[in-house]
């Protein structure tokens, strides 16, 4: 839970700044973190599918896989094992 308020904090001021829509953005930025965190990005994707309800399953599936691509081998959990 803390990664999701974590990543949806910086989204939410982004979206201040640029003037898009706060919710879209917020949610983008909880599953960035929670991808990038967890190292779980398909289980991250259906699990924001499923919370947010999300109309843009692209943009969705964009902010997984760059955040699972910048997070590197290990997550938060250095005892995970990414056979990637």
């Known amino acids: 839970m803390p990664l999701l308020v974590?990543?949806?904090g910086p989204g939410a001021?982004?979206?201040s700044f640029t003037g898009l829509e706060v919710s879209g953005l917020a949610s983008l930025g909880a599953l960035a973190m929670l991808s990038g965190g967890t190292n779980l990005p398909l289980v991250c994707?259906?699990?924001d599918l499923e919370l947010f309800g999300y109309s843009e399953p692209i943009l969705?599936?964009?902010a997984t896989v760059i955040s699972f691509v910048a997070s590197g081998k290990y997550g938060i959990y250095r005892t995970q094992?990414?056979?990637y």
């Open 13 to 15: 001021t982004f979206a």
């Open 60 to 62: 969705l599936f964009l």
């Open 45 to 47: 994707f259906t699990l």
């Open 81 to 83: 094992i990414n056979p």
């Open 6 to 8: 974590i990543g949806s």
